[in-house]
């Protein structure tokens, strides 16, 4: 199974998002509710239908892109937030971003990707960061599927991924997860080494 454009614009298109909680995560909209720097350059890769990037914007953020291979993602997105610049939309794969930001939120972009990919994955996000910069978010801390997304794993493994590319300021299970993913999400920050 290829995991490329055409697989997720016909999960959006046939709303196999089962991943999609329908708003903001708890323990992302708290991290959020931390910040005061509006100016931060952010960026939300495999975003979806990003509620994170929503609720960021309503705060004033505007330096803040999406970016997803899924067109009908990036289109629902544009219908349910208009008022977000057409041009922080990026239609793309990840791997071919050539940009820097100051801060990139994870969410449920890691899971999606092949574990294969990972390593790839840790690499790019460390050479998007600026210095100092933060890479942030949730990871599941469970075991899922082998055989198509999203992708489990566990602290121990992610760390083997980060510890050489990022300073890990927190990675610990997530208080304030919604019910159905209490005890299963690990929140974490790490900072650019």
């Known amino acids: 199974m290829a995991l490329d454009e055409l697989y997720w614009d016909q999960r959006y298109q046939n709303k196999q998002t089962g991943w999609d909680l329908g708003a903001i995560s708890p323990p992302l909209k708290a991290y959020f509710d931390q910040w005061s720097d509006t100016s931060k350059k952010i960026l939300i890769p495999g975003a979806g239908n990003s509620y994170e990037a929503e609720y960021l914007h ?27 610049p057409k041009t922080h939309l990026l239609h793309q794969n990840f791997f071919e971003l050539g940009d820097s930001f100051d ?6 972009f890691f899971c999606a990707l092949h574990p294969s990919q990972r390593l790839r994955y840790t690499e790019k996000m ?7 910069g933060i890479l942030a978010g949730l990871l599941f801390n469970i075991p899922l599927n082998t055989d198509q997304p999203p992708f489990g794993g566990n ?13 890990v300021e927190i990675m610990a299970p997530a208080y304030n997860s919604i019910p159905q993913r209490f005890g299963n999400e690990l929140f974490f920050k790490l900072l650019k080494r």
Do not use: M, W
């Not at 309503?58 to 977000?84: M, W, Y």
């Not at 602290?155 to 300073?167: D, G, I, M, V, W």
């Open 58 to 84: 309503g705060l004033g953020f505007s330096n803040l892109f999406i970016l997803d291979l899924s067109l009908t993602a990036l289109q629902n997105f544009e219908k349910r937030v208009p008022s977000f």
């Open 103 to 108: 801060v990139i939120i994870e969410q449920t």
């Open 126 to 132: 460390h050479s998007l960061l600026n210095p100092g």
């Open 155 to 167: 602290k121990e493994e992610y760390l083997e991924y980060f510890n050489p590319f990022f300073q």
